[in-house]
């Protein structure tokens, strides 16, 4: 482990006792938990812990130890938060005697398992009932009591009406859970190459998915209370393209440009998202299409921007980083490089408004965290959780 700052300096800038930061008090309780490639393993994937402060990592013991052995043999399912949970999704089950690249649909999971984390212990997998469709590298978010997940590995898998479907958690009787399929989803949604990220909008007055798909950009917005699907002109204010009409250079209003961004946040009334050495936010409080180049950051290390530009040299593709938020004003950048052998990285920003409550003021936290894996098969990062 190493910590590439004064240790005292990058605690108190990121635990909130820097002037001007209020810290919400659950700093403490947090936890990463970070789902990893295994250097030994198709299918095979590892989870680590690692405290706010990016200043210690350990492998999740008792998440690995007793894992089920049916989703031990199971890759690329989707991941979940809720309350103390984390939830796994749908996946692929892995035969060596089957070819893969045909992606036969039997092998498709609908099974839900969960691990408590409070608890450290898994749930029974008749806990919560299966999916209706069965589902492969789908997106999975969480807006107030209910689970949704969208898609799947490749568009023409899924009819379109079976896109989207969720969970209600909100009644404790396992008998009154069920999956049920979403109304209506757009069928530009649904025939999109990759939706690259979903920003969860959850204040007051807001409660909303914002699906941003390649190439379109953000046309897709649910009300995950109504499960009414609404227009980019009703819930921002702007025209409305048709995408049926979109050239691949079009630029759909609003739109994360620059691309790259594995995940994008939701916080003090904006959306961020980053490319490279930069952070960017779509500002709701400002009546404007443009996104807003918030904050130019220190690069941490060369070896970043060479693995970026060697790994992802086209405008399609995206890096393997991960934007999350861990609580009120903080946003924390988390990716990983090779350097002999994997490491990661954490950058950590301030976010606050001028006193007009107007002008959205990005700050960065000055220095950085390096950490090393427990174990050295562990290598590139697949997810980032917040607990």
């Known amino acids: 482990m190493e910590i590439v700052t004064k240790k005292r300096e990058f605690e ?10 209020s810290g919400d008090g659950d700093e403490e309780k947090k936890k990463i938990y970070l789902n990893l490639g295994q250097s030994d393993s198709v299918v095979k994937t590892g989870w680590v812990v690692v405290d706010p402060l990016f200043t210690s990592i350990e492998e999740a013991e008792e998440l690995m130890k007793f894992m089920p052995t049916k989703l031990q043999q199971h890759r690329c399912y989707a991941n979940v938060v809720w309350k103390s949970k984390i939830f796994f999704i749908g996946g692929q089950f ?48 969480v807006g107030g009591n209910r689970i949704f997940v969208f898609g799947t590995l ?10 989207g479907e969720y969970l209600d958690l909100s009644s404790s009787s396992k008998e009154e859970r069920e999956w049920r399929y979403i109304p209506n989803p757009p069928n530009a ?25 390649y190439p379109y950009g953000c046309l897709f917005i649910l009300d995950y209370h109504s499960l009414e699907w609404q227009t980019v002109e009703t819930f921002f204010g702007y025209p409305q393209k048709d995408p049926a009409y979109l050239n691949e250079n079009d630029i759909v209003i609003p739109h994360l440009e620059p691309f790259w961004s594995n995940q994008v946040v939701f916080l003090d009334d904006a959306v961020f998202w980053h490319y490279g050495s930069k952070i960017y936010a779509h500002d ?32 399609d593709s ?15 950048l988390i990716w990983d490089v090779f350097e002999g052998s994997f490491l990661y990285y954490c950058k950590n920003f301030r976010v606050e408004r001028t006193t007009d409550n107007q002008t959205l003021v990005v700050h960065e936290i000055k220095g950085y965290a390096k950490l090393r894996p427990p174990l050295s098969n562990f290598t590139e990062i697949y997810k980032v959780l917040l607990m």
């Open 12 to 21: 108190e800038s990121i635990s909130g006792t820097t002037k001007g930061v």
């Open 318 to 332: 995206f890096p393997p980083t991960y934007l999350i938020s861990q609580g009120k004003g903080r946003l924390s």
């Open 189 to 213: 949604l649904c025939q999109v190459a990759y939706i690259q990220s979903i920003a969860v909008c959850n204040s007051n007055e807001k409660h909303h998915f914002l699906f941003w798909a």
């Open 284 to 315: 709701f409080k400002k009546k404007t299409p443009n996104a807003i180049d918030v904050c130019t950051f220190e690069d941490p290390s060369s070896t970043f921007v060479q693995a970026v530009l060697y790994n992802f040299p086209r405008d």
């Open 94 to 141: 892995w035969d060596e005697n089957v070819d893969h690249f045909d992606f036969p649909l039997d092998n498709f999971s609908n099974q839900v398992i969960a691990f408590d984390v409070a608890t450290q212990t898994w749930e029974d997998d008749s806990t919560y009932p299966n999916l209706q469709s069965g589902r492969m590298s789908a997106r999975a978010v």
């Open 154 to 163: 490749m568009p023409d898998l899924l009819q379109n009406e079976h896109f």
